[in-house]
């Protein structure tokens, strides 16, 4: 988590009179990244449950991957990218939902997009590492000081 009680050292700036902006945002940049991952998981979510994509996966990834049976996969999937996601940018149960989504970005990562190389522009991994770099952070950093599971006094 984010060093809450760090302050910004104005002379070491390029343009020290942003530092009272920086002061101000700095404590909402963590829940930022964690709401945007979220939404980046979300539409996949939306996808897989209201466009058929559950069946798409399960037809392809998943049963390339040689999982079975794949339509419950492909449904443990689609469950975890539209309610994890949403939990997610709450901060709610935010360790155990970070843990799912690196379990699973990291099948689709070196199970799937790593025969396709590593940059994004060849469909690889890289994106997919990101993410799953940013649900590790999330493991160890929790919800954030701007999440639910902050404001119910738990952290999971």
Do not use: C
């Amino acid at each position: 988590m984010i060093d809450e009680s760090s302050s910004i050292d104005q002379s070491r700036l390029m343009i020290p009179a942003l530092a009272g902006l920086y002061r101000g945002l700095a404590p909402l940049a963590y829940a930022l990244i964690r709401i945007v991952v979220a939404l980046m998981f979300l539409a996949g979510g939306i996808d897989k449950i209201f466009h058929n994509g559950a069946a798409r996966i399960a037809a392809g990834n998943i049963t390339a991957l040689g999982l079975t049976p794949p339509y419950v996969w492909a449904w443990a999937v689609t469950i975890l990218e539209f309610f994890g996601a949403i939990l997610l940018g709450l901060g709610l149960f935010t360790r155990p939902v970070a843990f799912a989504l690196t379990v699973e970005l990291t099948v689709i990562a070196f199970g799937i997009m790593s025969a396709r190389g590593f940059f994004w522009t060849t469909g690889g991994m890289e994106v997919a590492l990101l993410m799953e770099f940013a649900t590790i952070g999330f493991i160890f950093g929790g919800g954030g000081r701007h999440s639910l599971d902050r404001l119910i006094g738990r952290e999971f």
